[in-house]
């Protein structure tokens, strides 16, 4: 047991503070947001080429650094410092844990390595239309097709989705003669070209400009049976693992953006004069900070047990410690930027403020693989008070 | 950063939890689970001093002085283990985790070797004489004063003045007070910190009688109460620096036993939630999950607050540490008592989880007070750890 950073870890961090603190302005955070995929190419090609981010977590054998969660989520922490848009989360953090979790000795070969040197952007299409993070609820199907297969229906709020090379679907088997349960159902991982036939992708404009999402639609796209991650069996177990490894990731980016909120609005209450003194002089302005950084230092302590437990622990262990993280990162996070808009009072309202943009990412992230209140839900069957909802799949 | 352990540390964890469940199934059968600071005491004396005997008393403490020189890991798992083995609450926590690490650190030679073996051994029980009727919050105000003066005895502090809220002040045989041994100083200067014997016609102790219902803190009265003049901790003048090292170590280890009663209490509401069926419902599962999160917040927090403690720097989760427990055992105590339902409000349950939960809900109210209030704890994080400007002292 040691709860604290390695030296190793304590320079994965520093460079990439450096690193962002030069190339990840808010300035160019919101003109790359702007752009037709929403990233900067070439911020990205130097994210995975030439410092390696994408190899990070990836194990030697297919070209990677061999490290593990820790080091991943101390990536993300400093990304969501910036708000980068960038596609990490989607093919290094969501992606690459389910091909990791799922795939076959050839697929990991094939995608891990083209990931680790930055040659491949993978997104992970799984929500129904209203968000659901649940497996249970995925609202695409497969049907078999002799052999193969034949994938239909939809996905949305995908990741970074738009100008990726690989999408891995997320669909229910829909076996021919056989009654669905809808509790249980058999669940597999696909990978789809963007460009094949069948396939139409729609990016959606979302209240935070800085993580881009997509609509992805099914229509009878043939699936070749060697394109399932894994045998033909159900995935559900371990595309949850994966789910909950990325869940931890964006828990520890979340709390990268909860302190630099709290950072930020920290400087501005000490140069703000009014009532002729600092208003950071005034209690009421202290106590509001004062319980910001309590929530901060707390989800720091949450997100970087739950990224020990996404490389060390059970996959029981680790659902409750990715749900316990999201639910309590992402609260923290929501609270700590809404205080930060209150506390720059008129101007931290203004379009042309950062508030706003982490007030916002907070929002988005919070619903993104699962709410704070689905997460606790989850937490509540963890602890054993029994199942309430047959609707909920964990 | 791992959360695992060491085969070697798994090992010690099977010792102390063998041993634990040894003599708390034997010889001490009668002390498991009993968790009041204020019962058994005399039993509890002889289950200290059995500690002490298997260096378990503090495990933490250097070899020489009868500890084991544990890693935090090690300090981790015993204090894990003696929670989960339903060990009695530790009667001498005032002397083994305050006192003990302020001796080894500021203490001369010839005060360690008078007072440690006795606090090992559970032979003298310490109370803290901080708090004052006027010097709360303002800890700093303390007005209870001390002089030198020479007499058949040699060399001996005289004191006067009046402590408050001194836990287990009854049955303790020493107390280390915070007293102004500089005529007309003021604030954190002229103050000393010393050593005092409790069993003296000079010392008074009366109970105060808290909103639990029950006594567990008293008031404490110095009338010309003598110690010996060695028996100062740090040079004279110096007593403010060697109280707030006292405070420091609040922070440190024993936190990670009142995390190991915390676990204990949300257990027992959880388990009420199974047996009336509150677990059931949809609001009262959100509130259990959000608990859960705020263990393994403080877990978490406390393992980070360690391991940088070990660099020696206060780092800012030591700062937040406190104000984030106070608020969370009492949003606990209120779950309870939502949970427990209209049968928490019979004034005598006989039922022990009602009894239990009920008493937490009530001295939870005091958990965002002792120890500074959450509005000092606000105000120090706001100066000390996010460097805002400081507020205007009044005269």
């Given amino acids: ?394 | 950063m791992k959360i695992g352990f060491t085969p070697a540390q798994e090992q010690f964890r099977h010792e102390v939890a063998t041993w634990l469940t040894e003599q708390l199934a034997g010889p001490y059968a009668d002390l498991r689970g009993v968790s009041s600071h204020t019962a058994m005491v005399e039993r509890r004396r002889v289950w200290e001093a059995e500690l002490g005997r298997a260096r378990l008393s503090s495990v933490g403490w250097p070899v020489e002085w009868g500890g084991r020189g544990a890693s935090l890991a090690e300090q981790v798992i015993f204090a894990e283990e003696y929670a989960r083995a339903k060990a009695p609450a530790r009667l001498n926590h005032l002397g083994v985790e305050l006192l003990a690490p302020t001796l080894l650190t500021y203490g001369t030679e010839a005060q360690k070797q008078r007072f440690l073996e006795p606090i090992l051994m559970g032979k003298e029980i310490w109370c803290q004489g901080y708090s004052e009727p006027n010097a709360g919050s303002d800890l700093a105000n303390v007005a209870t004063r001390a002089r030198l003066e020479s007499g058949p005895n040699g060399d001996e502090w005289v004191i006067d003045g009046q402590k408050i809220w001194t836990s287990l002040a009854a049955f303790s045989d020493w107390i280390f007070v915070l007293c102004r041994t500089e005529e007309g100083s003021r604030g954190n200067r002229g103050l000393s910190y010393l050593l005092v014997p409790m069993n003296q016609p000079g010392i008074t102790v009366r109970p105060i009688r808290e909103m639990t219902g029950h006594a567990e803190f008293n008031e404490t009265f110095f009338t010309g109460a003598r110690t010996a003049a060695a028996n100062i901790v740090g040079a004279p003048g110096e007593g403010w620096k060697v109280a707030m090292a006292t405070l420091a170590f609040e922070r440190g280890v024993s936190t990670l036993a009142q995390q190991m009663d915390f676990t204990n209490e949300f257990d027992t509401l959880v388990a009420a939630a199974q047996a009336n069926g509150q677990a059931l419902d949809p609001v009262i599962r959100q509130r259990i999950a959000e608990a859960s999160i705020g263990l393994a917040v403080m877990r978490y927090s406390a393992l980070r607050m360690l391991t940088n403690a070990e660099s020696g720097a206060l780092s800012h989760e030591a700062y937040t540490y406190r104000l984030y427990w106070g608020v969370w055992r009492k949003k606990l105590g209120e779950l309870a008592m939502d949970v427990l339902g209209p049968a928490g409000e019979y004034a005598h349950s006989d039922v022990p989880a009602i009894h239990d939960l009920q008493h937490m809900f009530l001295f939870s109210r005091s958990d965002t007070i002792y120890g500074g209030t959450s509005q000092i704890q606000r105000n120090q994080i706001a100066e000390r750890a996010l460097g805002l400007p400081k507020e205007p002292r009044g005269i």
């Fill in chain 1, 1 to 394: 047991m040691q709860f604290a950073f390695t030296d190793e870890q304590l320079m994965i961090r520093e460079s990439a503070r450096t690193f962002l603190d030069a190339e990840a302005a808010l300035p160019a955070v919101r003109a790359v947001s702007a752009t037709s995929f929403g990233y900067d190419a070439h911020l990205w090609q130097q994210m995975t080429q030439e410092l390696g981010w994408s190899a990070i977590a990836i194990p030697e054998v297919y070209g990677g650094a061999g490290l593990g969660f820790v080091e991943l989520a101390i990536l993300a922490h400093e990304q969501g410092r910036r708000l980068l848009p960038s596609p990490f989360f989607a093919t290094v953090c969501l992606a690459a844990p389910v091909i990791m979790q799922l795939g076959r000795e050839e697929q990991k070969a094939q995608w891990l390595s083209a990931i680790a040197g930055g040659s491949l952007k993978a997104a992970l299409a799984l929500s129904n239309q209203a968000g659901h993070a649940d497996i249970g609820r995925v609202a695409s199907t497969l049907t078999r097709s002799g052999a193969d297969w034949v994938l239909s229906g939809e996905a949305h709020f995908v990741v970074s989705a738009a100008d990726a090379d690989l999408l891995l679907v997320v669909a229910r088997v829909q076996e021919t003669g056989v009654k669905e349960t809808a509790v249980a159902p058999s669940v597999r991982v696909v990978a789809v070209s963007p460009k094949a036939s069948g396939v139409r992708l729609q990016m959606t404009e979302m209240l935070d400009v800085t993580r881009p999402m997509s609509s992805v639609a099914f229509d009878q796209v043939a699936v070749r049976a060697d394109a399932l991650l894994g045998l033909d069996v159900d995935a559900s177990a371990g595309l949850q693992r994966a789910l909950d490894q990325a869940r931890v990731v964006l828990s520890a980016e979340a709390v990268g953006g909860a302190e630099y909120s709290l950072e930020a609005v920290t400087a501005y209450v000490k140069e703000r004069v009014q009532f002729g003194r600092a208003i950071g002089s005034f209690q009421a302005i202290k106590h509001r900070l004062a319980d910001s950084m309590v929530l901060v230092e707390a989800a720091k302590s949450m997100a970087w047990y739950a990224a020990c437990a996404a490389d060390e622990s059970t996959d029981q262990d680790l659902a409750m410690a990715a749900s316990q993280a999201k639910s309590c990162c992402a609260d923290a996070f929501n609270a700590v930027a809404a205080n930060a808009i209150q506390l720059h009072g008129g101007i931290g309202f203004t379009w042309d403020h950062h508030a706003h943009l982490y007030f916002k990412r907070a929002r988005a992230s919070s619903m993104l693989l699962g709410s704070p209140a689905w997460h606790r839900e989850r937490v509540a069957c963890g602890l054993g008070l029994g199942s309430i909802s047959s609707a909920l799949q964990f």
